[in-house]
């Protein structure tokens, strides 16, 4: 890990335990849209995709007014009506001070908006850990690799000396094709059974258990 001058996270379902607000204000769009309501496990692997790009996938049918009705209900859903609670995940902020302190650069690789993780950077006073972000209107949806590699060019550096950590197929994939290494966390939306398909350096099962990897040798990551 000592080669790793940049960590790239992803935020839903990685560094934020947002899924269960996510799936439920996508579901309270659907109906008052008036559209078949998705199931849990539907809406759960859409979690990193641009809205457009999770919309059409849920939707393939919606009309264009459909379209901006549930832009507007799943909005209103997630940030204002629905009380589904979205705290970081245990170990989060102590994992980002330890990065820094061993002088490793932070990023964010994200599917919100740019308007959502700005809201969220005020709410928890965390944006001050990262160089650099990419949000779902900055670059090409998740898993297309533009994002990393908009923050590779932006940082002056090589795909081998970035590390992706994310949740989801999405986040890995992404990292593979851009040639990133990259580790899984289980406590998000996707488990070892799918992680482990895109030839992660290690899957773990919470942020404290990835900030132990920062402290161990390299023949001792889990692979």
């Known amino acids: 890990m ?9 935020w839903d379902g ?40 999770a919309f059409s996938t849920l939707f393939p049918a919606m009309t264009a007014a459909q379209h901006q009705r549930l832009f507007e209900h799943y909005r209103e859903q997630y940030v204002e009506r629905d009380p589904t609670p979205t705290p970081m995940f245990t170990g989060a902020e102590a994992l980002f001070l330890q990065l820094r302190q061993q002088q490793k ?8 908006a740019r ?31 533009d994002m990393l ?10 795909p081998e000396q970035a590390l992706m950590v ?31 398909q895109f030839q992660p350096l290690a899957i773990v099962d919470d942020l404290p258990q990835l900030q132990r990897l920062f402290t161990q040798p390299a023949e001792a990551l889990p692979v």
Do not use: N, W
């Open 14 to 53: 990685t560094v934020m335990d947002s899924v269960g607000r996510i799936v439920s204000a996508m579901q309270s769009a659907a109906q008052l849209t008036e559209l078949p309501v998705p199931s849990d496990h539907s809406v759960k692997q859409i979690i990193g995709l641009s809205l457009d790009l």
């Open 115 to 145: 308007k959502g993780l700005d809201r969220i950077f005020a709410e928890t006073g965390l944006a001050h850990y990262f160089d650099t972000t990419r949000c779902a209107d900055d670059a090409k949806s998740k898993p297309d690799p």
């Open 149 to 158: 590699l908009q923050i590779l060019a932006e940082t002056r550096l090589q």
């Open 105 to 112: 650069r932070l990023a964010v690789a994200t599917g919100k």
């Open 166 to 196: 994310g949740d989801t197929s999405h986040d890995m994939l992404m990292a593979q094709q851009a040639g990133i290494p990259r580790i899984g966390v289980t406590h998000g939306v996707h488990g070892v059974d799918v992680l482990s």
């Open 2 to 10: 000592e080669r790793i001058e940049l960590v790239i996270f992803d």
